[in-house]
């Protein structure tokens, strides 16, 4: 049976100084990601051919519960309430698994 939780972010930024600012406060957050989330599967940070100032976010999580734990956790709080300085706009779209191969997900 497959199992996860996923979702989809992407973000438009302000120009060329937010989207600087941003990918640093991305960083910091990453290394939170990596050293306390067990839960989390996946978290890759993209940026888009053509469009410097967008950001696209793709998120895999053991469950929704993991995915839970990493909102709670306080990197993720703090990118949460500085992003706003940086951003236009975001989008976000929630994924349930349907069928994988691979490794990630079992």
Avoid: K
């Avoid at 940070?45 to 967008?54: I, L, M």
């Avoid at 779209?93 to 069928?99: C, E, G, I, K, L």
């Amino acid at each position: 049976m497959t199992s996860g939780f996923g979702l989809i972010v992407r973000f438009t930024l302000h120009g060329e100084e937010a989207a600087e600012a941003f990918d640093a406060l991305v960083e910091r957050t990453l290394t939170g990601i990596q050293t306390q989330e067990p839960g989390t599967l996946a978290y890759v940070v993209h940026t888009v051919e053509d469009d410097p100032n967008a950001r696209i976010f793709y998120e895999l999580y053991e469950d929704r519960a993991a995915f839970d734990r990493h909102e709670r956790m306080d990197h993720t709080r703090h990118f949460l309430s500085e992003r706003e300085q940086h951003i236009q706009s975001l989008e976000v779209t929630f994924m349930q698994p349907m069928s994988s191969a691979g490794t990630v997900l079992g």
